[in-house]
């Protein structure tokens, strides 16, 4: 298992880094763009839990006018460029630093909000066995189209059958899922629907 951790951090840093230097004037574009249609700051900074539960700041383009947050404001607070970077998921490109530095890794359940901590169940809790990922099993499986509860139970269950070959298979269906575009936002809201819990009232089925 320490073998197989070395050599998904020692693929994590190779991908990140040559990502990093290819999209480099992609990305300067985009901060560009950004600044221009919704100002400073350009960049969307935000403690999420990492592995263990550690908090780290998560970087990312940013999608939104500044404002209250929240799943009923979001829509609001959306633009039209910013649903174009989460559409094609070029918002996501600054998360390659947070791989890099070893906050993320490349494939791995998704950080999510450190209010949602004490709302897993213990099995629930286990999906921060691993660092948090850029994409992961539960992204290639319907991405903000599953319920909750699916979501969950498919991050503890990359954390059980974690392999260097899933790795790679989810990182091909990244890039399909990337192009086509399926499964950005939850039915009915320009993001997602808060998890509030594990069973129906929750968002969790």
């Not at 947050?69 to 460029?81: E, I, K, L, N, Y």
């Not at 897993?120 to 539960?138: D, I, N, S, W």
Request: glycine content about 12%.
């Amino acid at each position: 298992m320490r073998l197989g951790a070395a050599a998904k951090r020692g693929l994590d840093i190779a991908v990140a880094g040559v990502l990093l230097l290819l999209t480099a004037p992609l990305q300067a574009v985009v901060a560009i763009v950004v600044r221009c249609t919704l100002g400073a700051p350009v960049l969307f900074r935000q403690e999420r839990p990492g592995r263990s539960g550690r908090l780290f700041v998560l970087t990312k383009f940013r999608t939104m006018r500044v404002g209250p947050g929240g799943v009923s404001s979001d829509g609001a607070r959306m633009t039209v460029v910013g649903k174009w970077l989460r559409a094609t998921s070029l918002d996501e490109l600054p998360t390659l630093w947070n791989v890099l530095r070893g906050d993320m890794s490349l494939v791995g359940p998704r950080p999510l909000l450190e209010a949602y901590l004490d709302r897993y169940t213990p099995e629930q809790a286990r999906r921060h066995e691993m660092r948090p990922g850029v994409t992961g099993l539960a992204q290639v499986s319907g991405r903000n189209n599953l319920p909750w509860e699916r979501r969950l139970e498919l991050d503890v269950a990359y954390v059980d059958r974690w392999s260097l070959w899933l790795d790679l298979t989810i990182l091909a269906r990244t890039i399909r899922l990337v192009l086509t575009r399926v499964g950005v936002s939850a039915p009915g809201v320009s993001t997602n629907v808060e998890f509030r819990g594990a069973g129906p009232e929750g968002g969790g089925a």
